[in-house]
Each structure stands twice: as C-alpha cells, then as structure tokens.
Antibody, heavy 120, light 110 residues
Framework: QLQLQESGPGLVKPSETLSLTCTVS??????????WGWIRQPPGKGLEWIGS???????YSNPSLKSRISIFIDTSKNQFSLRLSSVTAADTAVYYC????????????WGQGTLVTVSP | QSALTQPASVSGYPGQSITISCTGT?????????VSWHQQYPGRAPKLMIF???NRPSGVSSRFSGSKSGNTASLTISGLQAEDEAEYYC??????????FGGGTKLTVL
C-alpha cells in the first residue's frame, strides 16, 4: 500500500519560494497507475487543488497558481516536489501531497499534511 | 475556475439520513461523471468516500452513497452515526483539465 510523507520548511519568508517534497513508499513513482499531486488548506478554510504530475512528467496546474508553481519528479529518490514562488501570507496553509487516479478524475489517498507558514 | 457550491452546514439525528448537495456547472459537475467526496476530521487529512459519482472505495461503509442530476451532485449518509460528524468536501474533474473543490459542509450529528 502506498504511503506518502511531506517534508520541507515550516516557515517561509514573504517573496521567497516555498519548497516541499513528498516521499513515496510502498510503490514506484514511475507507475502509470497514478497522478501525483498537491492540495492545500489554509487554516480554518477549505481545500484547494494546486497541481498534479504524471510519471511521464505531464503536469496540470490550478490556473490561479500556474504562473508561480513548479511540480517535478525525482525518480532516483522516489519523490515528487512542489515549488511555489513569490509567496505571501495568503499561501499559509497545510500542504498535502496525494495520489490521484490515472485519469486525474479524483484524489485517491492523502499524505498527513504539513503546515507552512509565510511570515517575516 | 470557481469553487463548487455546498451548504455550509447540515445536521441530523442518529439513525436519520442526510444529504449534502454540490452544485457546479456544465464544465465540471454537469459535464462529467467524475464527482468525488472526501470526509475530513479536524486536524486530520481527508479520506476518499465516493468517486466517479456513485462508487465507494473498499472499506467505506455502504451507508454512504452518491448521485448526480444535471449540475448538482449529492452525498447521502443513511443511518447517521456519531462518527459521521465531520467536514465533507465534493470535488469534480473539469474541462481544463483540473480538479475543483466545493467549499465544504460541516455535518453535525445532534
């Protein structure tokens, strides 16, 4: 059974780049069975899909974030990563990594989430 | 892309049935049979309860069911139990293609 674990700094300064990594265990990140994705949830608010990547490096992103995000896979480490540039306080959230169905139609499983705070 | 519309809260007594609606457009909910529902307890990661409008993942109680009519999808929980008290989010595939969430519905078991 696949397990996902987010890692990265819990505090980022405004205007800097947020970087998070999701380590996949129990399976290969090069599988064609899933998309890999990122979702976030500001404190006390709802969920927002950020973007997803397929093993062949095909990516899709939330249009509202597209100009600031980069998602990529590191097959040697069985990891995928998110970079979000020019962050502001509005980017403070719990960030989840997740597996999505191979047709990008639903989120199958979630990591435990990691809180990232944007503050000077 | 705009968020899907869900009621902020619903409530019911143990044993009763409740329904949570999720309204979108012909570019998302109405255009595809790809609506899913997630349950989230406070401080926890969400959990998939329904996918492709009506399908339950292995291990999810049969008390949870999904349906769709036009641009509105629904999650019904029958035989309400105290453990069902949580936040529920709908999600839909869109034409972009992207995924869009509803704003969430807090279910209170009275």
């Amino acid at each position: 059974q696949l397990q996902l674990q987010e890692s990265g700094p819990g505090l980022v300064k405004p205007s800097e780049t947020l970087s998070l990594t999701c380590t996949v265990s129990g399976g290969s990140i090069t599988t064609s069975d899933y998309y890999w994705g990122w979702i976030r949830q500001p404190p006390g608010k709802g969920l927002e899909w950020i973007g997803s990547i397929y093993y062949a490096a095909k990516t899709y992103s939330n249009p509202s974030l597209k100009s600031r995000i980069s998602i990529f896979i590191d097959t040697s480490k069985n990891q995928f990563s998110l970079r979000l540039s020019s962050v502001t306080a509005a980017d403070t959230a719990v960030y989840y990594c997740a597996t999505l169905s191979r047709w990008l139609t639903y989120i199958e499983s979630w990591g435990q989430g990691t809180l990232v705070t944007v503050s000077p | 892309q705009s968020a899907l519309t869900q009621p902020a809260s619903v409530s019911g007594y143990p044993g009763q049935s409740i329904t949570i609606s999720c309204t979108g457009t012909s570019s998302d909910v109405g255009g595809y049979n790809y609506v899913s529902w997630h349950q989230q307890y406070p401080g926890r990661a969400p959990k998939l309860m329904i996918f492709d409008v009506t399908n339950r993942p292995s291990g999810v109680s049969s008390r949870f069911s999904g349906s769709k009519s036009g641009n509105t999808a629904s999650l019904t929980i029958s035989g309400l139990q105290a453990e069902d008290e949580a936040e529920y989010y709908c999600t839909s595939y869109t034409s972009s293609p992207t995924l869009v969430f509803g704003g969430g519905t807090k279910l209170t078991v009275l």
